[in-house]
């Protein structure tokens, strides 16, 4: 970022699931201002607003405190008027944001949350879940995934989800056809047992899927 007197500005990093680089050139402010509501907003403005509504839109705690950041370094710097920024949100919104950036979010936390942004933009795979586990505390991972985005949240949970549902089935193994019979059809749906065993599969557990298989009727 510059001020006006083209003094250059350190700004955090735009987080990760943006993707964007804040464009804040005041040679070009003068002539680039958009009419937002019942106020004014220059181009640079607009963007932080956008940031700020994205983060509301998906209930996004972590990346809202870095919103926050990048707004309170644009407004010191001189390149954005928070009241402005501020303004052009409605009243939901503000209350939302509030409450956002409120939320406690422990540095473990915040690590794990930066890691699923790496593992999420990266791959589809549910299997990567492993590289987090063998680095945080499972309470981290669970906190964590609880304070994502909302579709980076619905991702990771089934991720979770699934590695849990292969554990158990494992574990049920142990104690007979019958019980992994019960386990499958009364806990789990077509969907979470089909995932299930691919994990297995994955994880070349070769007997464990067929016992599974056999015990289900070949499923």
Known sequence: LQNENTEAVTVPTIPP???????????????????VGDSSLNENETELLEFLQKAVAEED???????????????????????KVWGALGDAEQKKFTELVKVEIPAEVGHVIEAMQQILGSSDDPNEIDHL???????????????????????????IVIRAIAKNLLEAIADGPDAIYQYATTHLTGEELKAAIARLEYLKEWDAVEEIRDALGGA
Do not use: H
């Open 17 to 35: 699931q943006t993707q964007q680089a804040l464009t804040f050139d005041p040679v070009q402010i003068a002539g680039q201002m958009v009419a």
């Open 61 to 83: 705690a972590y990346f809202a405190q870095q919103v926050r950041g990048i707004l309170a370094e644009a407004c010191k710097s001189g390149v954005a008027d928070r009241k």
């Open 133 to 159: 586990y063998r680095v945080f505390a499972p309470e981290s991972i669970d906190r964590a995934a609880e304070l994502l985005g909302a579709d980076n949240k619905s991702k990771i949970s089934w991720w």
